[in-house]
């Protein structure tokens, strides 16, 4: 069965420090794993993506997320913060078929 | 823009009555896909259609229908209405069914039921 789970739904950061966003899976077959980010009244759209290239895989406005086998984890980050970081993030795991399993999502608030 | 368009964007509808929700996917691509966003149950998949089939099925409920035509777009038909209804629907697409293919996302119909 594929499976992920997001660890925080609320994760607080000052602007300017670390953000660290956690997402395990749980997958059958090798997996395609996928972030996405969701603005206030917005749908999602796509942060980064990995497909069994490179395990750092670099995604938009700063941000990237290391593929651990050995974890099964897909931590995305970024080294600093800003303002318009907070949004909603989902992790996915892609299978067969091209179908999705959404993580519950984790909700980002950056305090300035 | 992700190219994917959702009509309605807002809905209020009155318990018992039915809707049909709109989805036009980006221009080339044959998959689409229905989700349900609410704030209980987060983002469930509801169904996934390629070039007119059906290609897999999740939480939709029985009174929930969904078609895509001949030109690709898609409807999700929601009839019986009950207030655990109100939820934001959102399509995607994508270029085909090989697993790693990016999906995109509409912004969304808000249904409010009352």
Known sequence: ???????????????????????????????????????PNQGLQLLLKYTSAATLVK????FEAEFKKSETSFHLTKPSAHMSDAAEYFCAVNIPGNQFYFGTGTSLTVIP | DSGVTQT?????TATGQRVTLRCSPRSGDLSVYWYQQSLDQGLQFLIQYYNGEERAKGNILERFSAQQFPDLHSELNLSSLELGDSALYFCASSADVASGNTIYFGEGSWLTVV
Not at chain 1, 59 to 62: A, E, K
């Open chain 1, 1 to 39: 069965a594929q499976s992920v789970t997001q660890l925080g739904s609320h994760v607080s950061v000052s602007e300017g420090a670390l953000v660290l966003l956690r997402c395990n899976y749980s997958s059958s077959v090798p997996p395609y794993l996928f972030w996405y980010v969701q603005y």
């Open chain 1, 59 to 62: 995604g938009i406005n700063g």
């Open chain 2, 8 to 12: 309605p964007k807002h809905l209020i």
